[in-house]
């Protein structure tokens, strides 16, 4: 069983940066593309980027480019998301999943794992 924990949600001015971690319990943990999604209040669960098992090869939405970027400590079995520039309509819950489908999974169903979220809210 693979457990996922995401942890460094908060609340920030728009403007502002933070940075998500996400901490992974299996010892197999470098082997597998990592992702990180979204879900707002009412909305379905969005993809925001994913990174390779070696941290290589990124790839994020289209309006996630530019503003977030994800990054991996193999060592740590911790992948990270880091959000510059947030603005009120990033709010959201922010999870971490285990690809099941290699690198360039852009849809949930690509995800195997997923850890509890983290919230995150912006204020204006």
């Known amino acids: 069983q693979v457990q996922l924990v995401e942890s460094g949600g908060g609340l920030v001015q728009a403007g502002g940066s933070l940075r998500l971690s996400c901490a992974a319990s299996?010892?197999?943990?470098?082997?597998?593309?990592m992702g990180w999604f979204r879900q707002a209040p009412g909305k379905e669960r969005e993809f925001v980027g994913g990174?390779?098992?070696?941290?290589?090869?990124?790839w994020y939405a289209d309006s996630m480019k530019g503003r977030f970027a994800i990054s991996r400590d193999n060592a740590k079995n911790t992948v990270y998301l880091q959000m510059n520039s947030l603005k009120p309509e990033d709010t959201a819950v922010y999870y971490c999943?285990?690809?099941?489908?290699?690198?360039?999974?852009?849809?949930?169903?690509?995800?195997?794992?997923w850890g509890q979220g983290t919230q995150v809210t912006v204020s204006s």
């Open positions: 299996a010892r197999t943990f470098s082997g597998y593309a």
């Open positions: 999943a285990r690809s099941s489908s290699g690198n360039y999974a852009y849809t949930t169903e690509g995800y195997d794992y």
């Open positions: 990174v390779s098992g070696g941290g290589i090869a990124t």
